[in-house]
């Protein structure tokens, strides 16, 4: 085995990740938490000579199934602040060195990275369950595929309440298309509206709640940029166009990282 062959496993709530380092470079691979099995026969064929190191909340649970001895868990939170640390290496931004971390996972998780040190500063339960949780609840269809593309035929006015029709015809003293209240324009006058506009507005609560906490941690740690990772920002287009206006709209830096759901596998994998 290269020294350079490593694999990490991120075992979350909703999905477990899988970082594979070869010299060629990375190979990630997700699964559904209830594939467990699936994901560990699947690693004892493309890992078996590999030493795995675990992360995540149901580490524990993934550990008591792997049936072998070069195996070692490794905090969550390091470990996705290191995996992203080497990502933002990968794309070209090893400057950044000072940033906030926000994780959208089933929840969301943030951190304040300063150099080699990471600190947890907060979080909210509000993340990527809560888009499959809720829309699922208003639409019956729980499948994440599945609602991002009834998202993408969704429009929020008939949902949200703004600004500007809070005010009408006078000036607001911010943006009128910015949110004034989520859900704020459903009455029972009103029509039901359609699936697709329940999603899009579920999804633009997630990234409304994960952006104002992220501002808010930026603001108080004196950092000028946040670093967005997380199985939430796959494949959805809306989450992530949400997320970086809104962090532009107070001065900050977005990054949405690519692969950055795979971010606590490869922090796991590089661990010694």
Known sequence: MSSTERAGIDAGGTLIKVAIQKRQGWH??????RQVDEC?????????????????GKADMVQDKLNRQDKASVPEFLASCNGARHLLALDGQSQLTDFILTNVGTGTSINLIRGETQEWVGGTGVGGGTLVGLSGLLTNVYDYSKLIQLAAQG???????????????????????LTASNFGAVSSKAAVPPSADQVASVIGLVAETVTAL?????????VDTVVYIGSSFVENPKLK????RYS??????PII??????????GAALSN
């Open 248 to 253: 532009r709209q107070w001065g900050l830096t």
């Open 257 to 266: 990282l690519r692969d950055g759901s795979f971010c606590g596998a490869v």
């Open 155 to 177: 429009h929020r006015d008939s949902v949200d309440l703004t600004v500007s029709r809070i005010y009408g015809n006078g000036t607001p003293p911010i943006p009128g298309d």
């Open 28 to 33: 990630f691979q997700s699964f559904s938490i």
């Open 241 to 244: 166009k949400s997320v970086t």
């Open 40 to 56: 560990l026969a699947w690693l004892n064929e493309r890992a078996a000579p590999l030493s795995l190191r675990i992360t995540g």
């Open 214 to 222: 992220s501002v808010m941690a930026a603001q108080k740690a004196g």
